[in-house]
């Protein structure tokens, strides 16, 4: 399984990215996808993920609840993360992520995916 993300840069404050994931390898829509985020000296963190199923359940951190937004496109194989009002404290490495097996609920923790892209950098400027 590869990951691709793609969407990152240099914003100010305020303003808005959309980051994009693309996967290929493995049959795309029967997985949970996520966005973690990793910035210099910190831990992995859960931003946000989304299930499969058909009411497409999403899951967040409290940190972007309200400013950001999961989607996924199921034919283009591609999973999107709508950042808006990006705060300095949202300066990180975005990763995209997924696990090795199916299952219906969004995991939180970066020990459960299993699959990762490379990362894209998104820099806020206050």
């Known amino acids: 399984v590869q990951l691709q993300a793609s969407g990152g840069g240099l914003v100010q404050a305020g303003d808005s990215l959309r980051l994009s994931c693309v996967a290929s390898?493995?049959?795309?829509?029967?997985?949970?996808m996520a966005w973690f985020r990793q910035a210099p000296g910190t831990e992995r963190e859960f931003v946000a993920g989304i299930s499969w199923t058909s009411d497409g359940s999403t899951k967040y951190a409290d940190s972007v609840k309200g400013r950001f937004t999961i989607s996924r496109d199921n034919a283009r194989r591609t999973v999107y993360l709508q950042m808006n009002s990006l705060k300095p404290e949202d300066t990180a490495l975005y990763y995209c992520?997924?696990?090795?097996?199916?299952?219906?609920?969004?995991?939180?923790?970066?020990?459960?995916?299993?699959?990762w892209g490379q990362g894209t950098q998104v820099t806020v400027s206050s």
């Open positions: 390898g493995r049959v795309f829509s029967p997985y949970v």
């Open positions: 992520a997924t696990p090795q097996y199916s299952a219906t609920g969004v995991y939180t923790s970066f020990e459960d995916y299993r699959y």
